[in-house]
DNA sequence: CGCAAGTGTTACGAACGGGTGACAACATAC
DNA sequence: GTATGTTGTCACCCGTTCGTAACACTTGCG
């Protein structure tokens, strides 16, 4: 599966020569010549990452930037910035614009796409890192601190909360009740290992459905299973 | 514990290079002038890597490749493949051969250690990662605690979960009943060594026609085999 | 063959592990 | 203050699992 790439410039020719040597890569590759088409097809198709020109006719590059900071749906899309003029990186690589990278014209294919994928490397270990965890109909938005079944919210406690997220994040492999005492209430913990039992019940109660998720393996723990 | 590499080239002169510069480089070299040896060694030795020559007298590295990928033995260690032609690249890495890399002719020795270095260095976190027992069709997955035999899962009590593994992790060497009890059940169980039996028994029982692994030797112990 | 030692097999009571409901100790909200 | 929610602990219950003993079978050996 490709990731795909958005290249926005108004000279046909940077295009096509920034396409080739993505194509090259290994990347699929979309065009938009002015700033409304960007935002259009960004939306739309959702790349993986947005090439900018900082000139465009009517619509500015650095307008482009801004509005798709502000959808939520692009808001999360890294941007590369194409500039002649170097007296401006501060202000493109800044909290402003929030651009993730920027080449100065005229810039090196290679580089640009060495400088890409750097970045979605970057971006893709983050993801994995901070992760609102899907597991069929079940949802968990970490950071929210929300959990759902079925588009539906679960109220968890913060412990409940913890719990799950561990064996969700640690899913597939059995956690000892020693193994989820140290790590959902901190070690030290002089907690007795059968109060993870009465948490595990109540999680499973407020899971409903879900609960069959929550897997039992007798003289050993419990696992998350999909 | 040097990690041992096999090089196979029909061209003495290409070995002598490589073999050079991998010891310099810290690795156990052992060569193959030909398809056959090659295969034999691999199978024998279990080299963590093998150097393969594109073009080999008679059976081509191209089967080699292919033959190892088949044998269960030999099918995880990661192969190098050096070539001439450059057009073959895609055939080299795709799944039909499963080549890890390439190098085409004449290469860098220093460029082949680096991507020997890489390679090892990716395929020992991939291992720490899945500390999954494969003994032809029995599966163990250890922090899964799942055990499965032509992909059917076995269930399996705790006990008897760990007695496998134990035996699996010391296959082929006979393990005595006090060995095994000391190390399944822990500490110095008072626990009668006929024990162990009941459990073997067990084992072989749930394992079906696996249970042919279980091996007693008797007067000593257990042992699994191949 | 016959014996003894080693191992496989069976059966069973005891112990264990985990589900469950109840409850006290808190913390927090009202 | 009361009301409510959260959390750790305990006691009880039940099915599973375990260890053992008794018995059957196999193997090696004189």
């Not at 808001?75 to 800044?94: Q, Y």
């Not at 014209?105 to 893709?124: A, D, G, Q, T, Y």
């Not at 994040?169 to 007795?192: A, C, F, H, K, T």
Request: glycine share 6%; proline share 3%; net charge neutral.
């Amino acid at each position: 599966m490709k990731q795909k790439i958005l290249v926005v410039d108004d000279e046909s020719e940077t295009v096509e020569l920034v396409a080739f040597n993505l194509k090259q890569a290994g990347y699929d590759v979309i065009s938009a010549a002015d700033g409304e088409e960007a935002l259009k097809k960004a939306k739309a198709q959702l790349p993986a990452l947005v090439v900018l020109d900082w000139m465009l006719p009517e619509m500015e590059g650095v307008e482009v930037c801004k509005l798709m900071r502000r959808d939520s749906a692009t808001a999360g899309i890294p941007v590369i910035m194409l500039t002649a003029k170097a007296s401006e990186i501060d202000r493109v690589l800044g909290l402003e614009l929030g651009a993730d990278d920027y080449l100065t014209k005229p810039f090196s294919p290679r580089e640009l796409v060495l400088r890409i994928k750097k970045i979605l490397e970057r971006k893709k270990s983050k993801d994995a890192d901070v992760q609102s965890l899907t597991m069929g109909e079940l949802t968990i938005d970490v950071p929210r601190h929300l959990a759902s079944w079925k588009g539906k919210k679960i109220d968890l406690t913060a412990t409940e909360f913890k719990l799950l997220t561990l064996l969700v994040q640690r899913r597939g492999r059995v956690q000892s009740r020693d193994q989820l005492l140290r790590d959902v209430w901190e070690y030290d913990s002089m907690i007795d290992t059968r109060t993870v039992d009465t948490h595990m019940r109540r999680l499973r109660e407020k899971l409903g459905p879900a609960a069959k998720f929550l897997d039992t393996v007798r003289g050993v723990g419990y696992r998350f299973v999909e």
